[in-house]
């Protein structure tokens, strides 16, 4: 039957008593707002303050988050204050919310897949975890949790049990550098969903936030696993200082060889303003090497070494006096200081977080009881390390007196690092003498034995034969 008769099929979209043809379609009525070739929906561009209640269009969920921290209030005079106004003024917005929701949809998920996927689903599969904290530092933290192996809870039980034989310096400090911020803890606590729905980072950071000035706590931590470290390390340099200002002054080699140092300078200036000196300043026993015989490359410090092996050899190991002045060439007394007052500053902060845990209630009863014992067996360490710098200090100034310097402008690092300056010079000279006299010993035996040679030359007689025997001075 013809379309379009009674009892026949409908006719065509678009012919005279069919359906009128889909939008979009010439002949058609116009697209609905937002479809192709219509006009743009109301609020498809809009300003700040439109641009959110038309994003509605498009369910929230549907769309991938932007992980930032969110600003509530805007300062006076901030950019943020600035647009406020600028949107409340000019609505217009620079993209397009539809394009903007198409690009960033949340892929659906398949429903195919896989037997064993179907299956684990029909057991019921966890819901997806929601994310409050930027993805890449809670992945990052969630990186560092799986190398502490312990629950949660009892994690933060020997963190604050102060137990370092649960938990070592590396895994303190990885604590500390994730702990939650402000704006995170803030996000947190404004957060009104389920809990248990959060991710591993989330979790995480609300159980560091069941503690008061947990990161404070974390810090505390760290210096006691450090303490017995930090005050054995700045003991040792202080004794070897310590050790290198007696070893110096009591050595009486290094003092005879000063006294021939004064004698040989005074000799070469004598009739001259710089003669008839009572001493000289430590500086100028480097010089030693600047000063340089007339006619050979021998130089001031050659000539101490070659009169000291002749009259006093005992004296040319004289560094062996001196164990410890290497090792303390390489110390500052001034950073040591540093290192000290560290210990001090940190023994401090433990005592101020100590009383400032008295109103924690249960949850630091197990912090606040180690850290006393802590502070009771550590304060005398501290203050006999701070007596013990205070003596090295008058060792190291007397040091520098006793060779004739102001401490002051002299300091014992100085005095330290010439006097190693002068033992590798002195050394290598004397060094250097001895392979010279090995070297003329050499050319001298090489020598003798030439004329010895000689003296062997075969020399025919009368009668044919080689006269072998030595030639007589007398024929």
């Given at each position: 039957m013809p379309p379009g008769r009674p009892g026949g099929p409908p006719p065509p979209p678009g012919l005279p008593g069919g359906p009128p043809p889909p939008p979009g379609v010439p002949g058609g009525p116009p697209p609905p707002p937002g479809g192709r070739g219509g006009p743009p929906p109301p609020g498809g561009r809009g300003g700040l303050a439109r641009l959110g209640s038309n994003s509605t269009a498009v369910r929230k969920s549907s769309l991938k988050p932007l992980h930032w921290v969110k600003v509530t209030r805007a300062m006076q005079g901030s950019l943020w204050a600035e647009l406020q106004k600028q949107a409340d003024a000019n609505s217009n917005s620079e993209f397009d919310v539809n394009e903007l929701a198409s690009l960033f949809t949340i892929a659906p998920k398949t429903k195919g897949g896989s037997k064993s996927e179907g299956a684990g689903k029909s057991l019921g599969s966890k819901p997806d975890k929601i994310h409050l904290i930027d993805i890449r530092r809670a992945n990052n933290t969630e990186i560092m949790l799986t190398k502490i192996k312990m629950p949660l809870s009892d994690m933060m039980s020997s963190a604050l049990a102060l137990d370092d034989s649960v938990l070592d310096a590396d895994q303190v400090e990885n604590l500390i550098k994730f702990c939650p911020t402000k704006e995170e803890m803030e996000l947190l606590k404004n957060y009104t969903g389920d809990k248990d729905s959060l991710g591993k980072c989330e979790q995480f950071f609300l159980e560091l936030m069941k503690v008061p000035?947990?990161?404070?706590?974390?810090?505390?931590?760290?210096?006691?696993?450090?303490?017995?470290?930090?005050?054995?390390?700045?003991?040792?340099?202080?004794?070897?200082?310590?050790?290198?200002?007696?070893?110096?002054?009591?050595?009486?080699?290094?003092?005879?060889?000063?006294?021939?140092?004064?004698?040989?300078?005074?000799?070469?200036?004598?009739?001259?303003?710089?003669?008839?000196?009572?001493?000289?300043?430590?500086?100028?026993?480097?010089?030693?090497?600047?000063?340089?015989?007339?006619?050979?490359?021998?130089?001031?410090?050659?000539?101490?070494?070659?009169?000291?092996?002749?009259?006093?050899?005992?004296?040319?190991?004289?560094?062996?006096?001196?164990?410890?002045?290497?090792?303390?060439?390489?110390?500052?007394?001034?950073?040591?200081?540093?290192?000290?007052?560290?210990?001090?500053?940190?023994?401090?902060?433990?005592?101020?977080?100590?009383?400032?845990?008295?109103?924690?209630?249960?949850?630091?009863?197990?912090?606040?009881?180690?850290?006393?014992?802590?502070?009771?067996?550590?304060?005398?360490?501290?203050?006999?390390?701070?007596?013990?710098?205070?003596?090295?200090?008058?060792?190291?100034?007397?040091?520098?007196?006793?060779?004739?310097?102001?401490?002051?402008?002299?300091?014992?690092?100085?005095?330290?690092?010439?006097?190693?300056?002068?033992?590798?010079?002195f050394r290598k000279a004397h060094e250097e003498n001895l392979k010279q006299i090995e070297a003329e010993r050499k050319k001298t035996q090489k020598e003798a034995e030439k004329e010895a040679s000689q003296d062997r030359t075969p020399v025919k007689s009368k009668d044919g034969f080689a006269d072998r025997s030595p030639r007589s001075p007398f024929k």
């Open positions: 000035r947990v990161e404070s706590k974390f810090r505390i931590f760290a210096f006691k696993i450090q303490f017995q470290s930090q005050i054995r390390d700045v003991r040792r340099n202080l004794q070897t200082v310590a050790s290198a200002c007696e070893e110096l002054r009591g050595s009486e080699k290094l003092k005879v060889i000063m006294k021939n140092i004064l004698l040989i300078g005074n000799t070469l200036n004598e009739g001259t303003p710089r003669g008839q000196a009572v001493g000289f300043r430590l500086d100028s026993i480097l010089k030693l090497v600047e000063t340089r015989a007339t006619s050979s490359r021998t130089t001031l410090m050659h000539f101490l070494c070659k009169s000291l092996a002749g009259k006093s050899p005992e004296l040319l190991d004289f560094h062996e006096d001196l164990v410890s002045l290497e090792a303390a060439s390489k110390l500052q007394l001034k950073a040591l200081a540093e290192e000290q007052q560290a210990v001090v500053k940190g023994l401090e902060k433990v005592e101020q977080e100590l009383t400032a845990s008295e109103s924690d209630g249960p949850v630091s009863d197990a912090f606040r009881k180690t850290l006393k014992e802590f502070l009771d067996a550590s304060g005398a360490d501290v203050r006999a390390l701070s007596a013990l710098y205070v003596e090295v200090g008058r060792s190291a100034d007397a040091l520098s007196l006793y060779f004739g310097e102001d401490p002051a402008k002299y300091p014992f690092e100085q005095v330290a690092s010439t006097l190693l300056t002068f033992v590798g010079l």
